[in-house]
């Protein structure tokens, strides 16, 4: 399934607006692409003494574009629905993705048909703010304390940017030249005991599949939608007063952030189609795709 597949939401009143969102759906298709045809090359090449340093930097360029791209489209996807939809629901704002999922929770509004979307976005965009979103964040507002690594993890044949915070592990060369993390053991015991006093189901880790560094990251992550968390490194602004909170912080700056592509078109097409029905629903608009 590609980009090609998503639902596009076209008024005859913005058409202009169409065009900006099929544009971003296809930057997103291709940088997609690009990255699928550069992993091959990397993981062809990832046993060799030396690696294929130009396939890493396309590599780490185009993860990072992917979800810059990602949350270019989010911005124009919600002022779309807003200037087409609801421009007559006073507060809700369009200026950002981010600022539309918070704006939305001040709105008390009676209209059936908006209360529908609310609630579909606050059940389901909520989370694109950790999993996009706030990534995005980080990769265009990294401070320069930040050390930024790339892993090839063996277990998963996955391609990952780490971005530590504090240093607590180390990236080591064994066998083949294949890349292992090396972390402190004490922080895997705090953030599994830390993941028992929350309300989640966590899978057990499977040593066959994914590597011991990226499980861990995994939990975090289910910790973080559980907070729904608006900033997941920077200063806790309203939550400063509840340790659990601060607690999770510590723990994600103690293991740093790690990303790649993977998931992330699923979740723009789950979430767009979702919204397109919502909207269908709302204004009986005509679904088409391109």
Known sequence: MMFKDLPVFYSDQDP?????????LDYLQIISERIKKEKEKFLKSSNLILHNLVEEKKLTLDIKSLFIFSKIYLDYLI??????????????????????????????DCDEKFNLYKKFMSENGVKLLYQICNIRDIITHQKLSIKESILYDPDSSEFHIILEIDKNYSIDSIGNNEIKLVFNPDLDDKIMEFAKTFNVEIEPHDPTKISRFIYLNIVLQLLEE??????????????K?????????????ELGLVFNEEGVYEIIFSFTEGLANILKKIAGIERRRF
């Open 226 to 239: 559980k907070f729904q968390l608006s900033d997941i490194i920077k200063e806790m602004r309203l939550k």
């Open 16 to 24: 202009q607006g169409s065009m900006i969102l099929i544009e971003a």
């Open 241 to 253: 007063s509840n340790k659990k909170f601060e607690n999770l912080i510590q723990l994600r700056k």
């Open 79 to 108: 002022k779309y629905i807003t200037i087409n939809f609801f421009s007559k629901v006073q507060g809700l704002n369009d200026r950002s993705f981010h600022r539309h999922i918070n704006s939305l929770k001040a709105i008390d």
